[in-house]
């Protein structure tokens, strides 16, 4: 997964002029890219959009399963409220 967020920030840091070097700017725009990503879009026909569409796909995957397990381990503790008790 490593790899694969490496090879995103490089794509982004070339589509974006972000240098490569600024390792705080690419994290926070590989995440906001992460953050906005909708899996349900088709893939682009561009090769290099195409490439950092799939490297989404493949770094969100994981990260959604992620949530979906703390989710389960909070609800367990009993700490997970449903949205009508915000009230």
């Not at 840091?13 to 992460?34: M, Y």
């Not at 088709?42 to 989710?71: F, I, K, M, V, Y």
Request: charged share 40%.
């Amino acid at each position: 997964m490593d790899e694969k967020r490496a090879v995103l920030a490089g794509l982004l840091a070339r589509r974006e002029g972000i240098d490569p070097q600024d390792r705080a700017t690419l994290d926070r725009r590989v995440e906001a890219a992460l953050d906005g990503f909708d899996p349900d879009t088709p893939e682009p026909s561009d090769p290099t959009d195409a490439e950092r569409h799939r490297l989404l796909q493949d770094l969100r995957g994981p990260r959604e399963l992620r949530a979906d397990h703390n989710n389960v381990r909070l609800a367990e503790k009993g700490e997970v409220f449903a949205p009508e008790d915000d009230a």
